[in-house]
């Protein structure tokens, strides 16, 4: 007969085993990590070549637009996302409440400017149909860039979140189409020029390097971000995804497989 006090012992025995095969489990689930198509994908293959190394695995999940890898990330459908930079990410938390930081720099996409009617943007007729992401951070972006080359001129304090309404000088009187940045490089027949942000670009099949009649200077705050909740920030995995995306392997890839299309932000 089994005494009570050998009967307790038995009972937490198994109680501890069960709750550490579940940690067990737990652990050998892969996280899930959103990005966009493209460069951040390629990217995030490698990524998770690296991490598993770690003992890290992880599932990629691909996106064709901004909005849903953060309305994913923060309904938990995803453990983390790589696809924005920190301007965009700071106005999606601020309009939509979202919980979500960034822990670690990840690329640089230069963006681009790109036209199938001239070579140079001084050659831009006047009121040449220019096309512009309709997103408040990546449209603001552009819109610098231009004022940069000399083409417009924002009212002081526009920062980073210009829009065309704040512009107060426009040189070649430039008509302002404004739509979502994934449709741009197959509106580029219709418009004069546009702005393609470089993860579509070469989803598109054009070389930055070769197809830009002119691209934003390397010095911007545009170095996009991994990103995870809040409540995740601190938890050991995601020091392990920073670890693995900041390995030299990776550096190494993105350096030879984009080369100056992309750039590492780390």
Partial sequence: MISKRKL??????FALAA??????MAQDKPIKVGV??????QIFEQVKKVAERDG???QVVEFSDYVQPNAALAAGDLDANSYQHQPYLDAQVKDRGYKLVSVGYTVNFPIGLYSKKVKKLEDLKEGARFGIPN????????????????????KPGA?????????????????????DAAQLPRSLDDLDASAINTNFALSAGLN???DAISQESAKSPYVNVLVVREQDKDKPWVAKLVKAYHSDEVRNFIQTEFKGSVLAGF
Avoid: M, Y
């Fill in 36 to 41: 966009t198509g493209g460069p951040h994908a």
């Fill in 208 to 210: 930055p390097q070769k």
């Fill in 159 to 179: 920062g980073l979140k210009a829009t065309p309404l704040d512009v107060v000088e426009n040189l070649k009187k430039l008509k302002f189409v404004e739509l």
């Fill in 135 to 154: 997103d408040p951070t990546n449209g603001g972006r552009v819109l610098l860039v231009l004022q940069d080359k000399g083409l417009i001129k924002l």
């Fill in 19 to 24: 709750s550490f095969g579940a940690g067990a």
């Fill in 8 to 13: 307790l012992q038995t009972t937490l025995a």
């Fill in 56 to 58: 890290l695995k992880i």
